[in-house]
């Protein structure tokens, strides 16, 4: 119980919204049922059976609260709630609907608790339940950590079959029939002899009822959509142009900022010299925001023109101005002092690792841009009655209240409008850009603005991925793995991200050894520790967060040893793989790629297995060293969700997430001199583009107990499988990424 | 100045250095056409100057010497340009921002070459930049779009 308790309270911490003294509420707190906020305002004549259907006589609209940023939820999200409500693409709205309590995030809690996903003990689910327990009555919304789907799975169908049931009563009391004769399809109800009501004709009389909750869900074998490839709704729009984004929009009225911000994170402006930028054509004026200064024009490139032309005296970052002693902090950090968890520890790695059969090394993963294509940009307009947002961003709620602190509203006077995001990889977490366009409007009250960032504003103030630095010490005899001993060290981005949004994270970092703990071998003497090296430039969360470093780390340390035993590379993971589940996306992406077969000239293969958000995902890259370079041929990946939504958009994720691993595995890093990341826009920092893209052969998996969503988890796999063909192909080993340090890529 | 986008002529009144994209999207409300990175390495604000694909956040205003031609110039929601058909019977997008620039691209490739090879696709579209990586859709929804126009 004592190892609980400790878990439990960690937690608490972690979920607590800058609560003062902690987080108390019991189990009445807990159970309680959330308010629907689609109740407030409801028009006469409309419908709302929980907050996420609501019909009128008009309309039915869905609400999808979690953000889409590409990852195509707005679609997924909807298909749940429809596949219940027998409603089909077409006929229903959907909107994001206002931040809310309602929508707390139901799997949150399975990352926040220290126990292996695969770990399915009542201990491990008795922590989970605490978490969730904390996370709901926080009224955390969040999209992240790939949890839109696991959130949404089991709620969102009941949200459509409640409505679908108080439907059905409503049409049994209007006409007579009883609702066990009464069938629905294509929004209607429809009677024994075939007539069909609108559900929109019958929400007047279903406003006057109480929704029926006692429903059960549809059995797996009589889905209609999900698993069944789907056309995404925004897919027409995002191939016309007709897609409206944040950075579209206009607001009457409104005026055009652009900032410049010291681009040393975090640091003091000392002075400036704007006179130059204030002549300038259709500059309105210049104000300040925190840490720097905002141009006001009446066209987005007027602003950024102008702002270039200010003269600035930036003040120091607190952090080490060279990325050289970025590395040495971490270097450093392998202390007592600083160990944050000793997360493994199986066997006896320092009696077994001794002698003939040892191998050391040592492995680097850079700080790297999350850069997504669109730019941040707010839109704000304060008045003395309330402020609005528009802008996409993925921890909404949050954003009320950081609004709210800048302009001395209310949480609830802060209406925010989640908008379709041209990309996020994690960027979107993040406040800076939804800060400044506060600060400045609430500067020009009654004046909306429009912020948006030039793209070199973008990468100056992103808070990149996290470096980390890994130290391996292992041991084979007899052709096999016996023992891995790993420490990995890294700045806490739970920490860094936490303190800038106001949510104080507490407790070991997880995400210091994501993609390297919790890999469900069961290797005979294993060690991984974590170490919390001092904060250095700010970082965050960058898709699969802490994986694509640790994860790395992990499994070209664990191909090293492999190749020291002598062992097959695929033969001897599956060997040591105890967790099912697990093995069979090993056993697929062997089968998928006839491992073992033989190869062609200058041809090499990589196998990795990292598991990222309670995703098991392997891999296998084929490479050819070519008198160019390294040309990457072919991948085969699979991984288990335990259920596939939609096959086309769930192929469409994984692609994409082995194009985002490989691309920045190859030739991203951000670095810093004089405080300043040295990258200023895609040139500097470009990853995948076409012609390097090779054939991704993918095969979705449907083992696992749970479900699980799929937009980070195929990243982290990529980057050691890439590695590990390298090796295979040229018997160099890269030990740090961007693997262009090491070898050239065609 | 005088521009012409879509078949229809505008009179605007900018500075002769500000990007054609800039005109577009913030004199004009073609929103369509987007910024990405102001320095074509991204190819988000790719448009057509007589039918060529060209970057406009690299075109003045004042060395526009042709009509400009966006994605909603190309085809519309309920009358799509086969390479929007294409686009839209792969599913190509994710987040999407970056299609509008692929689309014009792919249309402006197959305008020169009816049936590209893999090679001159890769040549052709590697300006463009995905960050979702959507590489082997676009791929596969050239080819199609290829096909459909080659059968008229």
């Not at chain 1, 470096?467 to 084979?476: A, L, N, Y």
Request: proline share 5%; hydrophobic share 40%.
């Amino acid at each position: 119980m004592g190892r609980l308790r400790t878990y439990s309270r960690r937690a608490f911490l972690i979920g607590s919204a800058a609560v003062a003294g902690g987080v108390a509420f019991g189990v009445y707190a807990v159970k309680k049922p959330v308010d629907n906020p689609l109740a407030d305002g409801l028009a006469e004549g409309a419908a709302t059976f929980n907050p996420w259907v609501i019909i009128d006589a008009d309309k039915i609209t869905l609400i999808t609260p979690h953000g889409d940023k590409g990852q195509g939820v707005t679609s997924s999200q909807a298909a749940l709630i429809a596949e219940e409500l027998d409603v089909e693409f077409g006929q229903f709205e959907t909107s994001f609907g206002q931040p809310a309590a309602a929508y707390w995030n139901t799997a949150l809690a399975a990352d926040l608790v220290p126990f292996m996903p695969s770990d399915e003990s009542r201990t491990a689910n008795a922590a989970r339940g605490i978490a969730g327990g904390a996370v709901k009555v926080l009224g955390v919304q969040i999209t992240g950590g790939s949890t839109t789907i696991p959130d949404s799975f089991v709620k969102l169908r009941e949200a459509g079959a409640v409505a679908r049931e108080t439907l059905k009563l409503a049409a049994s009391r209007k006409t007579g029939v009883a609702v066990s004769e009464l069938k629905t399809a294509n929004a209607t109800v429809i009677l024994p002899d075939g007539t069909a009501l609108k559900y929109t004709d019958l929400a007047a009389d279903a406003a006057a009822l109480e929704p029926v909750t006692d429903v059960t869900l549809r059995d797996q074998s009589t889905w209609r959509m999900i698993g069944k490839p789907m056309q995404r709704l925004d897919v027409l729009a995002k191939s016309t142009g007709t897609q409206v984004y944040g950075i579209d929009l206009e607001v009457e009225g409104m005026v055009h900022a652009a900032v410049k911000v010291n681009p040393r994170q975090g640091g003091k402006i000392l002075g400036y010299d704007a006179s130059a930028a204030k002549n300038m054509r259709d500059v309105q004026k210049v104000v300040e925001v925190t840490g720097g200064v905002a141009v006001i024009a009446d066209n987005t490139w007027r602003a950024f023109q102008a702002a270039d032309a200010i003269e600035f005296d930036w003040g120091e970052a607190d952090y080490p101005a060279e990325q050289d002693s970025h590395w040495q902090v971490l270097s450093e950090s392998f202390t007592k002092e600083r160990l944050d968890k000793k997360w493994r520890d199986d066997g006896d790695v320092d009696a077994v690792i001794t002698g003939e059969g040892v191998v050391e090394a040592e492995y680097r993963s850079p700080y790297v841009a999350h850069a997504p294509l669109e730019p941040l940009n707010a839109i704000v307009l304060v008045e003395d009655a309330g402020v609005q947002v528009w802008a996409g961003h993925q921890i909404q709620r949050q954003l009320q209240v950081l609004v709210a602190g800048i302009t001395g509203h209310e949480q609830d006077e802060v209406i925010f409008h989640n908008q379709f995001m041209g990309g996020s990889f994690g960027h979107r977490l993040e406040f800076e850009n939804i800060k400044q366009a506060a600060e400045i409007a609430n500067q020009m009250r009654g004046t909306p603005v429009k912020l948006t960032y030039s793209r070199e504003e973008d990468f100056a103030h992103d808070f990149p991925r996290h470096i980390s630095m890994g130290r391996m010490r292992g041991k084979v005899s007899g052709g096999k793995v016996e023992a891995l001993d790993l420490s990995i060290a890294a700045p806490s981005v739970a920490a860094s991200q936490g303190a800038r949004a106001g949510l104080p994270m507490g407790g070991p970092d997880s995400q210091i050894v994501a993609g390297a703990w919790n890999n469900p071998y069961a290797l005979p003497n294993y060690r991984m520790q974590g170490y919390r090296a001092p904060e250095l430039a700010p970082v965050s969360s960058w898709r699969s967060v802490g994986a694509p470093g640790a994860g790395f780390i992990f499994d070209t340390a664990l191909d090293e040893l492999i190749h020291a035993a002598g062992a097959d590379p695929m033969a001897e993971r599956i060997r040591l793989m105890q967790h099912e589940t697990s093995r069979k996306v090993l056993e697929a992406v062997a089968e998928m790629s006839s491992w073992g077969g033989e190869l062609g000239p200058n041809k090499g293969r990589g196998v990795s297995f990292i598991e990222s958000f309670g995703v098991p995902v392997a891999e296998v890259v084929e490479v050819t060293n070519t008198e160019d370079g390294i040309k990457i041929d072919k991948i085969w990946i699979a991984a288990d969700v335990g259920t596939v939504v939609d096959p086309v958009n769930f192929e469409n994720l994984v692609q994409g997430g082995v194009v985002f691993g490989l691309g920045h595995a190859i030739n991203c890093e951000i670095t810093y001199s004089d405080g300043m990341a040295e990258q200023e826009n895609y040139p500097d920092h470009e990853a995948m583009r076409l012609y390097q893209c090779p054939e991704i052969v993918v095969r979705g998996l449907e083992n696992a107990n749970h479900i699980r969503g799929i937009g980070e988890p195929p990243v982290p796999a990529t980057a050691p499988a890439l590695g590990n063909a390298i090796f295979a192909a040229t018997g160099k080993r890269l030990r740090e990424m961007p693997f262009n340090k090491g070898v050239e890529f065609v | 100045m005088q521009i012409t986008v879509n078949g229809k002529a505008h009179e605007v009144d900018v500075e002769g250095d500000m990007p054609l994209l800039w005109v577009l999207r913030d004199e004009l409300g073609v929103k369509g056409v987007k910024y990405g990175c102001g320095v074509a390495a991204c190819g988000a604000c790719t448009v057509h100057i007589d039918g060529v694909a060209v970057r406009s956040c690299q075109v003045a205003a004042e060395d526009v010497d042709g009509e400009v031609t966006t994605i909603e110039g190309l085809g519309q929601p309920d009358a799509l340009h086969a390479v929007q058909a294409a686009w839209v019977a792969q599913q190509v997008a994710q987040c999407g921002y970056c299609q509008s620039g692929q689309i014009m691209q792919a249309a402006s490739l197959l305008a020169e070459n009816a049936a590209p090879s893999d090679d001159e696709i890769d040549e052709a579209m590697s300006g463009n930049l995905c960050r979702c990586g959507t590489y082997p859709r676009i791929r596969a929804a050239v080819k199609a779009a290829a096909k459909t126009l080659q059968e008229g």
